[in-house]
């Protein structure tokens, strides 16, 4: 089935539900207009990145009226959406969401919270505990949440759970300036998103964000990838934009006959060489 | 110089992009800035004038009577080249007042005490025309701490204190600052002939090799001897970092209660922006 994603290159305010439900409101009505099928948004797009004490300030229960909100606009375009999720016992989620026929199909709780560097996600939110691909009307489909992505074992595990289109909600800070033509942080995600493709057979969804947050920036260029790892379609770096990409769903198909490393993939063994690593590390 | 030449394209993008958006996003149009006639500002008014349009740029020399003439001239030299509000505010009849006082103060005391005066013109003029103070000060001299605190480096935001002073004057070829400014030798301007080189004891680009590998790559003591830098120059500069370190970090305070400002109290600044 061929069919058209929105990547909302969008630059969301730190901290401002209302302004950054506005923005994604309009993305999503300026994807259907547009005639796509499926809009994806940054990691925390209703709230900002650097969120630091804030996190409990602007986190949303499945049940609120911004969820039931885009709910209602998924009747007429799929959605995957991040944000900060509170579940019933107080814990705080790096979360993302997706909305299809007016229902919440899958909610991923970031698992790989980083704190390094500039980085400090764990300080602040909870872990969450597992990768699961889930059914659309595009197919099976994984969803990650930006330094998921770095952890080869989370977009194997969704493969393997039968996704063959991963996306990936991203808020990736831009560093690593020197000679080379891009940042050192893109170029690493481009070799990234475009092998995790090629390993996998998946098409990649990356959709990254742009703006400012206390001197940081964030990079943009999102970007659509083929199941042979090759862009598509990319957005622009440093500037907000909206890339409508063409999904050519045959060529999932072609390349799944090309390459079929995917049915090879022999999950007995390494199902009983990590069992193996596992109880030998106990020792 | 390995690791420390950098894409100016990229750079300048990302320079201009974060002075537009961090002073358009207080609801600021405008930002202030002293140029001195050296490098460091003359880069900052070139990044901000094109961020910000000339017209919302305003530049202001601040010349005390000891000052190098020339710097006034490099100053507006600049700002014609620019096209940006420009006004010179001599700073010898506050400083002279001052100075009448304690006439027994030596040099550092009254460089401190003109880079503190220069700031509060600074400031009071960010008042006036509604704008943000910039920052000129760049990553060498923030890790070597050859700045004075308050003074030159108080700004609200600061567009160059990542770049090295290397890349300063890489960007700044690339950018079209004109090259009597990029030529000359970087100078705090306190009295005739003084030179930052001189008074550091070694110069930009042997310390900007060295920071390099120290600050960014984390390279250790023993691998920076392998790599060929002097044991001395390595502890000399370590010691200026770690001794200057006070300089660029908030005042400490003391902790009584169970939320702290910036200890548990953690809010980025463009909470809401």
């Known amino acids: ?283 | 110089m390995a690791g420390l030449t950098v894409n100016t394209n990229l750079l300048r993008r990302i320079l201009v992009g974060f002075v537009r958006d961090e002073v358009h996003k207080v609801g600021v149009k405008k930002g202030v800035l002293g140029l001195s006639g050296g490098i460091d500002s003359a880069l900052v008014a070139y990044i901000a004038a094109e961020a910000l349009g000339p017209e919302n740029l305003y530049a202001y020399c601040m010349p005390y009577r000891t000052s190098n003439p020339e710097s006034e001239a490099h100053a507006r030299l600049v700002a014609e080249s620019l096209g940006i509000n420009f006004k010179v505010i001599e700073i010898t009849p506050m400083i002279d007042a001052y100075f009448d006082l304690v006439p027994d103060a030596d040099n550092m005391r009254r460089g401190n005490k003109m880079a503190r005066e220069r700031m509060t013109i600074l400031y009071d003029h960010s008042a006036a025309v509604g704008g943000l103070v910039l920052g000129t000060s760049n990553k060498t001299e923030l890790l070597l701490g050859y700045g004075t605190l308050h003074g030159d480096m108080a700004s609200a935001l600061n567009p160059i204190g990542d770049i090295y002073k290397s890349q300063v004057w890489e960007l700044s070829e690339a950018m079209g600052v004109p090259h009597e400014v990029i030529e000359k030798k970087p100078s705090a301007d306190l009295w005739a002939g003084q030179t930052d080189e001189q008074e550091l004891g070694f110069t930009y680009r042997e310390a900007d090799q060295l920071l390099y590998r120290m600050v960014d790559q984390r390279m250790s003591r023993e691998e920076l001897i392998a790599a060929g830098f002097d044991a001395q120059f390595i502890d000399n500069v370590a010691r200026k970092v770690q001794g200057s370190h006070f300089k660029r970090r908030l005042p400490i305070i003391a902790k009584v209660s169970n939320r702290t400002i910036d200890r548990d109290f953690r809010y980025a600044r463009d909470w809401g922006k």
């Open chain 1, 1 to 283: 089935m061929d069919f058209t994603v929105a990547l909302a290159q969008i630059k969301p305010k730190l901290g401002c539900l209302d302004d950054n439900m506005a923005l994604a409101e309009a993305a999503i009505e300026k994807g259907i207009a547009a005639g796509a099928d499926l809009v994806v948004f940054p990691e925390l797009a209703l709230t900002g990145y650097f969120l630091k004490d804030l996190v409990p300030e602007v986190a949303l229960s499945l049940d609120s009226p911004q969820i039931q909100r885009l709910k209602k606009l998924s009747e007429r375009i799929s959605i995957a959406i991040g944000f900060v999720e509170v579940s019933s016992d107080f814990r705080f989620f790096n979360s993302a969401v997706y909305l299809e026929a007016g229902e919440i199909r899958h909610v991923h709780r970031k698992v790989y919270l980083p704190t390094y560097g500039l980085f400090d996600e764990q300080r602040y939110m909870a872990r969450g505990e597992r990768f699961r691909a889930f059914d659309t009307r595009f197919g099976r489909v994984g969803m990650l949440i930006c330094e998921d992505m770095w952890h080869l074992s989370a977009p194997y595990i969704l493969a393997m759970d039968g996704a063959m289109t991963l996306i990936c909600l991203s808020s990736s800070p831009g560093r690593g300036v020197s000679e080379s033509e891009g940042l050192g942080s893109a170029a690493a995600w481009q070799k990234l998103t475009s092998t995790s493709a090629m390993f996998l057979n998946c098409r990649v969804f990356y959709c990254n964000r742009v703006g400012y947050e206390d001197g940081i920036n964030f990079w943009g260029g999102s970007e659509a990838i083929s199941p042979s790892g090759e862009v598509t379609d990319r957005g622009a770096l440093l500037e907000e934009d909206f890339v409508l990409a063409k999904v050519d769903g045959g060529a999932l198909r072609r390349e799944r006959i090309f390459s079929p490393m995917m049915r090879d993939e022999n999950l007995a063994i390494t199902v009983k060489e990590l069992k193996r690593i596992d109880k030998e590390k106990d020792c």
